[in-house]
């Protein structure tokens, strides 16, 4: 297999990753990425820290707590990242389904993550490294953050996200004035964020595309969406319209801005066994389908006796002779000659 080349020698295998230079100009590359740790050690649940961190000074620009990287994770940590820095030219990620399509034979779609889709929409480029060590800025400030920042929260007495996301603000201008580096230019390559708050709401959320059906309904997260009937709605039947979901709060159906009243039709009856889970947020799901098993397994399921009200009226005792002054005599008893 040697002389064929099917086998490589481990020498063969490996793989060099050479450096490179920082970027020049602050703003230019942002790496991004997610640290799972317990960070909380055994105070509290292990979470991710969400790290954005400047590639030319080593600066870190935004840090975050959330339950597990997500697509809505990643849009409330870019939402802040845009109202504290604005718009930078590109960030580095890893190949994480929230940033990259993985199956390039997807039928769906346009080719663009929902995280994707809304960067290009704010004139912003993402780019996937091929290694962990392409990114590794970001790689050594995870381990950093795993080892000193553990301890500012074992001092503080941290044991949740919300309180370990109070403390984030003052941890991170003191780890950038010790640690953080002056660029080699001075041009700052942040562009202002020209974007309502409104329409960035629209931009940071799932939107989808679906097809009305003739009888103005369709299909959104295994649940039916049935259009009111309007004067828009009416002619609506073969055409597309846009849904618009949000983390916060419910859905909009939207076709060229007009918004849509709607009602929803629940289908799902149970969880899907069948639901396929990303391996960075195994330990989000999991807890999230033992609360629900928590709360199923203290619901009583009622009988329909229960439920139309028959209670049990118990075995009836008797009394001590109850059952010798019922029976017959032995006269009584005695049968005729």
Known sequence: MIEEGLWLLRRQRRTFHQPRLRRERYGELIQIDGSEH???????????????????????????????????????????????????????SDKHTVFRVNRPDAKGGSGLTQFGRALAEL?????????????????????????????????????????????????????????????ASAENLHRKLNVPPTRLNDIL?????????????????RRQIILDRSEISDDLAGKYVEVYDFSDRSLEVKWKGHSLPYRVFDKEQRVNQSAIV????????????????????????????????????????????????????????EMPV
């Open 38 to 92: 317990r960070w909380f050690e055994q105070r509290g649940e292990p979470c991710t820290l969400l790290v954005f961190i400047d590639d030319a000074t080593s600066q870190l620009m935004q840090l975050s707590f959330v339950p597990s990287e997500s697509t809505d994770s990643y849009f409330e940590a870019l939402r802040g990242y845009l109202e504290q820095h604005g718009c930078p030219v590109a960030f580095y």
């Open 123 to 183: 004139n912003i480029e993402i780019m996937c490294a091929n290694s962990s060590q392409a990114k590794g800025r970001v790689e050594r400030a995870n381990r950093t953050l795993q080892d000193r920042f553990v301890k500012e929260l074992r001092l503080a007495g941290a044991c949740d996200m919300e309180s370990g996301n109070a403390l984030l603000p003052d941890f991170l201008d003191r780890f950038n004035k010790r640690f953080a580096i002056p660029a």
């Open 205 to 221: 959320c799932h939107r989808e595309q679906r097809y009305v059906g003739a009888q103005l309904t369709f299909h959104y997260g």
């Open 278 to 333: 990303e391996n960075k947020r195994l330990g989000h799901a999991l807890s999230i389908v033992k609360a629900r098993q928590d709360t199923e397994r203290t619901t009583k399921v009622m009988t329909n006796s229960q439920k139309l009200g028959y209670k049990k009226k118990g075995r009836k005792v008797y009394g001590p002779g109850y059952y010798e002054e019922s029976l017959p005599t032995q006269a009584a008893v």
